[in-house]
């Protein structure tokens, strides 16, 4: 009787456990099939052109103008801000925690880093709202602190953790037999460090920065909460502007389901599904080289 | 002190400079929360429902919220993650569809918050009609949670050790044996570990609960999972930028409660990984 | 050639992606023989052994041409769980799962439906008297297997196999990294098994073949050089590669 049941039951497992390989395949389908479905909706009545090259985001003016432009140059800014700022300060922490720090602190750092990781992104556009931005308002004379570098700002604090964590790990996948040889011809530890070990882990570390940027692009309730809301061409990094995400994030409320608003928001989620593929499947690539 | 070692010095400086640059923000973050918080925690504050529009009372509706939706997220991911995993290192061979899997998961781990939101609101709480409840916003956070659950589970299965699976199999055991008698047990741990991971971060997400569960002013418990619920982290968003007037302690005291719930849920996530590395028996 | 063969090979190949580890192999196997290969590493001895019970296919590379029967059956015709159950392995290291002395024998019956504990009892009794460590381990089989030493160990290993119940036994250099008592202690016990089962011992210790096995194969670079007796192979082989390898002019 036992073994009737498990020759039953045996092949139903493994059938479920076939399929649930397929789940994640299924998801990512899904997930695009959604967006186009509902952004070809726009674009039967609103020309794709004039959504991806359109100057002016005016959703609720008559007619309503859907250009994505503001908003992909508004990401882009905040993006360059930001990656300007946590890249240098990203690898420079990954080679000290990797190669300088002696492993009592190293480990202490280590948890720093991954305590970073966990503060919601909430709480970190809380503090914008009620610290950073005023500070910066009142350090660039600014007339209102929540512009774009208040966002850079966070934004480069939140990808730190991915930056530093995979940089950190090529660093340490160097074999040490490069070090051995380095260290063998005289080199010093910085020496061997910027000349030898450096190198060899760019593949990892392009990874990492690729993955930082993705993580940039993607994040939205900082951006919502201290860039501002306005979705203009930027002209300064210090000026209010919006993001794609937050746009998503901050329309949806206000929209009508069917209305051409509502479609046209699903369209800037396609952009940016698009954008972030991109920028995931690059940085798995260099990955992969890394590995090897 | 010769050039080289003159360089060196300057340059590990500075590199610990940089690192001192990130690690003083942090703490400096969480101490300005706990600061300004700490004061307004009070037992009321935890047990009691928000009044007044927000600006007086407590925030328990909010905090089962998010318990709600992370035990959700769980039921929904953990299997679905750990099945996966099992897939990809027990039974996928070196083809394109194992390739394409794998892919997945990278993109899946790369697609932004607020898309995650945007498809949640069409396929859960529209197509299938489930409404903004529970059930939408656990479901859309089991689909984020994915990828770090199979990674984890992925790594937790390929450290057991390759000799256990040829023992079963040369015994004549079937493969769901082996993988359920001589492998899974002892992935628990890794399992367990990134299990908790994963939803310690469900718990702060606040774009996906967006459009797809997220009530603001919700002041009794939920009664089913087709219900709305408050959550901490959308309750965050809204006072911090649409409640005027609201007292800035009780806005530092809800930061500070949702850090807590998060950190915790890390801390134990770091203990079940440093327990089982002591309990490890190869 | 043989009187009732157990296991019989036609043109075997066995390949891994494009290595040709095995070339047309054809063998037959006596029931209740003690068939001893030997041979110079890579000459394919292990990959023979392991076709028998297909677990070269746990390698994702694998692939063969040709027939093994068992028992005048096609082994591709048998369920792998039924095969394996059948042939049992003894591998180089002795590897034991991380659980009890009792569990580790008892884990191959349970997973084949016994799971009356009386039953497993008989079982893993039976099976530790046969593999000659149950004088041993009789006081404390809820002790860790990994506690046991090395020649324990292995002997726990032939235990395991013994409770399946196979038909036969193969042995891949079982003895490798043992001392010479557990050693004398493991070929004490082969010899006594002889009786009810069919063993193939795969070794590089020349001396262990001529001590324990009645017929003798020379395998070299995959091929199947040469076949027989053994006091006749190492006293007089037929092939002066056999020889050249037996009096240590290579190995």
Redesign the interface.
Known sequence: MKRLWRRISEPIIESCIRLSGLAVVIFVFLIFLFLLRDSLSLFRHYPLGQFLLGRKWLPISDPPQFGVIPLLLGSVYVTFWAVLICVPLGVGSAMFIAEVAPKAIKNVLKSFVEILAAIPSVVLGFLGIIWLGPVLRDTFHLSTGMCGLTGSLLLAFMALPTIISISEDALTGVPRTYREAAYGLGATHWQTLWRVILPSASSGIVAAVMLGIGRVVGETMVVLMVTGNAPVIPTSILQPLRTLTATIAGEMGETVGGSEHYYALFAVGLVLFVITFIINFIADLFLRRARK | MNEARLRQNIAFTVLGAVTLLIVIPILLVILYVAINGAGAITWSFLTEAPRNGMKAGGIFPAIVGTILLVIGTMLFSLPLGVLSAIYLVEYASDNLFTRMIKLSVVNLSGIPSIVYGLFGFTAFVLVLRFGTSILAGSLTLAIMSLPVIITASKEALESVPFTYREISLSLGATRWQTVRYCVLPYAIPGILTGTVLSLSRAAGETAPILFTVAAFYLPRLPRGAFDQVMALPYHLYVISTQVPNIPLSLSFATALVLIAIVFLMNLVSVILRAHYRKKRLW | MVNEPIVQTFDLNCYFGSVHALKNVNIEIARNEILGIIGPANSGKTTFLRAI?R?NY?Q?TYSQTGEILLGGRDIRKIN??????KV??I?ALP????ISIFDNVA??PK???T?NKETLSRIVEEALKKAYLWEEVKDRLKDPA?RLSGGQQQRLCIA??LA?EPEVILYDEPCSGLDPISTAKVEDAMQQLKADYTQILVTNNTKQASRVSERCAFFLMGELVEIGPTHDLFTHPGDTRTDDYITGRFG
């Open positions: 019970n677990l746990l994702r792998d769980n039924l095969l394996r159950k049992g392995i591998f590897q034991v799962l991380p884990y191959g997973v084949h439906g799971t990994v395991r196999t399946v």
